[in-house]
């Protein structure tokens, strides 16, 4: 082992939710322990005034996978190739904007409701219930 080796070590926690994986870019499950090291960066990331201090997170898969540097390697190229990917859209994309995004929506909740209205139940029911005048 190097000085530069970081440990990853098993934590519990008390917070059940899906924290992201560094290795393969994807999470954890709801799992009550963790493995978790640090990183230590130079402040700025260069000439080192101080240092600032990174969680590196492991997930279950990638314990389980083993292959750790191959599944970083993996993830270090999707990471490039999405940025290539994101790069490629600036200045190409014409989008909705939030009001007509938002008028959408509530065009989508007025024509579930009115649907409610006129069949007097869910129009999942109708389905169930066998009921050919639904449209899909
Ligand atoms: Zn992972």
Redesign the pocket.
């Known amino acids: 082992m190097t000085d530069d080796t970081i440990d990853i070590k098993l934590t519990e926690t008390n917070f059940l939710t899906r924290w992201h994986?560094h290795?393969?870019g994807?999470h954890t499950e709801k799992v009550p322990v963790l493995a978790e090291g640090e990183l230590l960066l130079p402040t700025g990331h260069s000439h080192g005034e101080g240092y600032d201090c990174y969680t590196v997170r492991?997930?279950e898969?990638?314990l389980q996978a083993g292959e750790i540097d191959a599944r970083l390697e993996r993830t270090a190229r999707q990471i490039e190739a999405n940025a290539d990917f994101t790069r490629a859209l600036i200045g190409k994309l014409r989008v909705p904007s939030y009001a007509e995004w938002n008028a959408a929506v509530e065009a989508h909740w007025a024509a579930i409701e009115r649907e409610y209205r006129e069949s007097e139940q869910l129009p999942v029911l109708r389905v169930v219930n066998h009921d050919d005048s639904v449209p899909f």
Request: net charge neutral.
């Open positions: 994986c290795v393969c994807g492991v997930c898969q990638c």
